[in-house]
């Protein structure tokens, strides 16, 4: 015999809801934060448009990027909407996982590119950090097939716990490897602020890259520590408080990168009289 079971909430009394409690808000929750990246692109190619004498390629790859994140959310709020309606994801997940797959890897790749100076400080990329793309890239091909082997099945299969084990493994590794350029750009630029002259313009871009490190840690630790946390500790019916709370992280994020290297002629970190300069060239020697 052929048996169905159907599993769905009501929400008025009539409508059928075949999400979780903690989980219904969550297409309503994704196409918003969608339009707002929309709205961030937007703005984005308009700041590119008015500055294009100082745009660079990594500008680019950024827009690219928010196109990716946009159109990774717009398929994860269809997804979730018809599942809602239907109890079934009816091939919107395929979508997901594609743009999802594609969002992280220009991520972390856009990351790196940014901490080695890559297109904002030089044209080219040293053997040490074509390394590390090549070890990041890979890994996060692999890490989206563990999230895609985790997200279309669940606990009752056999391999479901070393899954989410090595999705975890191989996201940690990731992070920790698009750390190394942050670190090496950093050194470099307070070895060459002691011999060169241009100690000013040295520095503030020691400055810069110093801010972005600990964006970039702030992030990576609040998106997989305290969201996990979140996960675990909130109540059933507000497990979507740690959705919500990754994508405002990730907004935050976008927000500072994008300011902190934006295309305009005078960036606020590349401006510093001789004085500040001489100052902060002391401290610098101090601490060291």
């Not at 702030?218 to 109540?235: E, N």
């Amino acid at each position: 015999m052929d048996v169905r079971t159907g599993l769905y909430n009501i929400d008025d009394g009539v409508t059928k809801d075949y999400l979780s409690g903690g989980l219904t808000q969550l297409p309503s929750l994704y196409f918003i934060f969608s339009i707002i990246y929309l709205c961030f692109l937007g703005f984005w190619i308009s700041v590119c448009f008015k500055n294009q004498r100082s745009v660079h390629r990594v500008h680019l790859l950024m827009g690219g990027l928010l196109v990716m994140k946009a159109l990774n959310l717009i398929c994860a709020a269809e997804d979730k909407h018809y599942v809602k309606v239907t109890g079934t994801p009816h091939g919107w997940d395929v979508l997901f996982y594609i743009f999802q797959f594609i969002r992280v890897v220009l991520l972390f790749t856009v990351i790196v590119l940014i901490g080695t100076g890559w297109s904002f400080l030089k044209p080219f990329l040293q053997e040490k950090e074509k390394k590390v793309l090549m070890i990041v890239v890979p890994l996060q091909v692999l890490a989206n097939v563990a999230s895609i082997v985790i997200g279309e099945t669940g606990p009752f299969i056999k391999d479901w716990v070393t899954w989410n084990q090595v999705f975890l493994l191989i996201d940690i590794i990731c992070c920790c490897a698009i750390i190394f350029p942050i670190v090496w750009s950093i050194r470099s630029l307070r070895e060459t602020s002691k011999t060169d002259g241009k100690a000013a313009r040295n520095l503030a871009k020691l400055t810069l890259f110093r801010q972005f490190y600990i964006v970039v840690i702030g992030y990576l630790y609040f998106t997989r520590i305290v969201v996990f946390a979140l996960k675990t500790i909130a109540a059933y019916k507000y497990q979507w408080v740690a959705s919500a709370a990754e994508e405002i992280a990730s907004l935050v994020f976008y927000l500072v990168m994008f300011y902190m290297f934006r295309p305009v002629e005078k960036n606020e970190y590349f401006v510093l009289d001789e004085e500040a300069a001489e100052m902060a060239l002391k401290d610098e020697e101090f601490e060291l």
